[in-house]
């Protein structure tokens, strides 16, 4: 199918792409389907939500996700380090996914993402632009880092009881960094392969 060209998907009409402006919709001439809807965010917008994303990742790993205290004794823990931690144990395997899932894909996510975007911007098509943006489909289902958020604060809440435990800077960092990845990694980034005109293949 020409990239250009778009269906209704009730009633088979089909019409040349319109270029929407952010927020504006189409909708079909003959049975007023919708039939597309424009961006939220421009690729400023996006590419600049990445930059910020990469920063937040940056603060996420480098600061304490949780303090805990007890009878004067405290201890701070940092992604990094409790992937270590569970990598010493027996259950080594779990640390690869843990790792995998909170710490590589959203990073591989914020790169390709920063890669595709900053072409985009100018216009042009990244080098490898099918590969990141298939890469970023895949990355989607591995990036946990809303699960591995509501276990912690779970983890907080239970612990809350017996010990002095408190959020750490690296939390909410990682907080406002997954509602960005979930805001820029959404439908606006693939509407780039109908901007750019990138045939699909
Ligand atoms: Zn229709």
């Given at each position: 199918m020409q990239p250009q060209l778009i269906i209704?998907?009730?009633?088979d009409s089909v019409y040349q792409r319109p270029a929407l402006a952010p927020k504006q919709t189409a909708h079909c001439q003959?049975?007023?389907?919708?039939l597309e809807r424009g961006r939220h965010l421009t690729t400023d917008q996006l590419l600049a939500l990445t930059v910020a994303a990469a920063i937040l990742f940056m603060l996420a790993n480098a600061f304490p996700i949780v303090e805990i205290s007890m009878q004067g004794l405290s201890n701070e823990a940092t992604l990094w380090a409790s992937v270590e931690a569970l990598a010493e144990g027996r259950i080594t395997i779990i640390a690869l996914v843990t790792g995998l899932s909170i710490i590589f894909a959203p990073a591989l996510q914020i790169i390709l993402l920063g890669w595709v975007l900053y072409h985009a911007r100018s216009g042009r098509i990244a080098p490898g632009f099918r590969t990141c943006m298939r890469a970023l489909e895949h990355l989607r289902p591995w990036s946990m880092l809303e699960v591995c958020l509501l276990g912690i604060l779970i983890a907080i809440i239970k612990l809350a009881g017996m010990l002095e435990v408190h959020a750490g800077l690296g939390l909410w960092a990682m907080a406002m960094l997954t509602v960005l990845i979930i805001l820029i990694s959404g439908r606006d980034v693939r509407d780039l392969w109908n901007e750019l005109q990138v045939p699909v293949r």
């Open positions: 209704c998907e009730h009633c003959r049975c007023g389907a919708l």
